[in-house]
């Protein structure tokens, strides 16, 4: 009897021996050998299933998973498997709920929710596609290239998607800044990225400063100068019937919308800042310094003049008064360089006293739609200090065309709008 009970409990110590290794074995082992260690474990069987997947054995994946469900029927894994099982077999509809509750209980079941923007996007279900997509793009940024040109293609291709793209952005996802910039790099960007601005303004979230700053600047370099006029019709950012912006000198740096707005210029020989006037208290203006020899810019703001005559206007003053003052401004095609407003000799003779000044300027027809008002220096063969002021500067249409020289803004789209 002693003999019989010390055999049972042997038996029973290495049966509880192989109970407590058989689970983490069974997870450890090839899905076939798990199956046989462990035939009852809704884990070790959707383990399986997901392999006869990766084989192509839809059925087996099938009864598999169904049986892992059985077992343990609120496990995300095995859904998604049999749903993707059942796709295989050709019941796309199954399939659709079956991922769809997937998706719905495990917002990191990727595979789930890649099926479903595919699927619906094959019905032209942009909402529910993009909202898998931004769960997918939320969480995984390496996929962000790929999400991304599925936005810009569908965007480009329907104009359905946009406004679907734009609600996402509406959003403030973490990823918008980086799909911006997307667009930026992309070929078929533009007219994307100008939609979203355009579409984005009526919204709790438009473009921030530094986002339509981004593309006035990218658009700028790539010469969209009629895409950036349409835009600034559409949002009035800037307004487009100030000519000039900012000529008091009164917004803040950080509140300008460049390149509309005063760019501020240093370098050797050159001193530039926007402060306090010290003979009009509370007044803000421009202040320069510069050694007389130096070349180089002072400050400069994009204009979008349409062809005709101009003057520019404004006040100054010499903090060191001398007869040759070497500044001046200057207007520049920004297309192709050309000078069509020389320095001239109202700024000669400075006065330590606040004057008036202004300066004529016309605007060709042609290769000349942005222009940059500039203040430059005009280099002496020595070095002297030269310290200057100015303020309240604007430009208007001269009076002979003041009729002609209506913005383009107001008079309504222009014929081949970029955005």
Not at 10 to 29: C, F, Q
Not at 158 to 180: E, G, I, N, Q, T
Not at 398 to 407: R, V
């Amino acid at each position: 009897m002693r003999e019989a009970l010390s055999y049972a409990l042997v038996a029973g110590a290495v049966w509880l021996g192989w109970e407590a290794i058989k689970t983490p074995l069974a997870d450890r082992s090839p899905p076939a050998v798990a199956v046989r260690l462990s035939p009852g474990s809704p884990e070790v069987l959707r383990r399986a299933a997901e392999a006869e997947l990766l084989a192509e054995r839809f059925d087996n994946a099938q009864a598999l998973s169904a049986e892992s469900l059985s077992r343990a029927p609120f496990n995300a894994r095995a859904l998604r498997v049999r749903g993707l099982a059942e796709a295989r077999l050709g019941d796309t509809d199954r399939a659709d709920e079956m991922l769809t509750l997937a998706g719905n209980w495990s917002l990191r079941d990727d595979p789930a929710h890649a099926w479903l923007i595919e699927n619906r996007l094959r019905r032209g279900d942009y909402g529910s596609a993009f909202a898998h997509a931004d769960t997918l793009a939320r969480r995984r940024s390496d996929l962000y290239p790929s999400l991304f040109r599925l936005f810009t293609e569908a965007a480009v291709a329907d104009p359905r998607a946009l406004p679907v793209v734009a609600s996402l952005l509406s959003k403030a996802p973490p990823w918008r800044p980086a799909y911006l910039e997307h667009l930026h790099d992309s070929d078929n960007g533009a007219p994307v990225v100008g939609g979203l601005a355009i579409a984005l303004e009526r919204t709790q979230a438009p473009f921030t400063p530094y986002e339509l700053q981004r593309l006035y600047t990218v658009w700028l370099t790539a010469g969209r100068f009629d895409g950036i006029l349409e835009l600034r019709r559409h949002l009035g950012r800037p307004p487009a019937e100030t000519l000039l912006q900012n000529g008091d000198f009164s917004t803040s740096a950080d509140q300008q919308l460049l390149p509309f707005g005063w760019a501020i210029a240093t370098g050797a020989g050159i001193g530039t800042s926007v402060v306090e006037d010290d003979l009009r208290k509370g007044n803000q203006a421009f202040r320069l310094e510069y050694d007389g020899f130096a070349s180089g810019l002072f400050t400069r703001q994009l204009l979008m003049l349409d062809p005709g005559a101009y003057l520019l206007q404004g006040e100054w003053r010499a903090e060191t008064p001398r007869p040759d003052m070497r500044i001046g401004w200057q207007v520049v095609c920004a297309e192709t360089g050309e000078v069509v407003s020389m320095t001239r000799s109202e700024l000669h003779d400075g006065s330590g006293e606040w004057n008036s000044f202004q300066q004529a300027f016309s605007i060709p027809r042609e290769n000349c739609r942005a222009q940059w008002l500039q203040l430059v220096p005009v280099p002496g063969d020595r070095r002297i200090t030269i310290a200057a002021w100015f303020d309240k500067l604007q430009v208007r249409p001269s009076a002979s065309d003041a009729e002609d020289a209506t913005p383009a803004a107001e008079r309504g789209s222009p014929a081949n709008s970029e955005t």
